[in-house]
């Protein structure tokens, strides 16, 4: 039988290929470890979400402490803000302005020492504040047209557990600020995060199983301060307080 010489590919063929197969691989494994990230930690890229707001709401303009702008060092971290940090806050800002509302978080997110959700304001409790303030703000224009048109503002929700758990806010938050002798709206950094230091709120914690979990098992007490942490764990050890749940049911009930 005469000998079948099969066609030879051509160089750059070859080269394309291999280039093909690398690119194909390096993105499978790219997108595994995105996924596998998302999965046990916070999202991952493109699987974070997006938190632009229909309606522009900085929360460190809002939240942080009022201080006066001024030009050169400041002497007094309390009532003072440099330039450049005001800036920061308030992109028109200028010496001598006052940045920063000092709003507590409970002011708007009203239910979140009470009920199992936070609460979040409506339209109308944000008119309370800017049908003077801003007015003119093209933001706050939106926020009038929505009272005006008697229409909701469809804020985009950062934080979501799956629909088969449960998150008492109200259990969390007494907890905390009651054994650290605290206000309730300074707890909210334990899983929030600094959010008056951020113009869109952002997601800090992976908020999955284990995170939990670790926190209801001891992790707990690194939040408390040292003599909170002494005292609640002697009542646990001596059955006068119960420690954080750790069935099941705690949380998937």
């Known amino acids: 039988m005469p000998k079948i010489e099969l066609p030879k590919i051509p160089l750059a063929v070859m080269i394309a290929g291999a280039l093909v197969t690398l690119v194909l691989v390096l993105a499978s494994v790219v997108v595994g470890v ?39 060092d400041v002497t007094d971290p309390a009532s003072q803000i440099s330039l450049d940090d005001a800036l920061v806050i308030q992109p028109a800002a200028g010496v001598g302005d006052v940045v920063g509302a000092g709003i507590d978080c409970l002011f708007c997110h009203r239910t979140v020492n009470t009920d199992e959700a936070a609460s979040f304001p409506a339209v109308q409790q944000c008119l309370f504040c800017h049908q003077v303030v801003k007015k003119d703000s093209p933001e706050v224009a939106k926020l009038i047209t929505a009272a005006e048109t008697d229409q909701p503002i469809n804020w985009v929700r950062v934080h979501r557990l799956p629909d088969h758990v449960q998150f008492v806010h109200e259990a969390h938050i007494l907890f905390f600020s009651e054994q650290n002798n605290i206000a309730p709206s300074q707890a909210c950094s334990i899983c929030h995060g600094e959010v008056q230091t951020m113009k869109v709120a952002e997601q800090v914690r992976s908020l999955k199983m284990g995170d939990c979990v670790d926190c209801h098992r001891s992790g707990y007490l690194s939040y408390l301060t040292d003599e909170a942490r002494d005292r609640v764990e002697t009542e646990v050890e001596e059955g006068r307080l119960k420690g954080p749940p750790t069935d099941c049911a705690a949380c998937h009930y």
């Not at 999202?43 to 402490?65: C, N």
Request: cysteine-free.
């Open 34 to 72: 995105g996924v596998i990230k998302a999965w046990w930690g916070l999202p991952f890229g493109p699987l974070r979400v997006d938190a632009t707001q229909p309606i522009q709401f900085p929360h460190d303009a809002h939240t942080s402490d009022p201080r006066v702008v001024v030009d050169g």
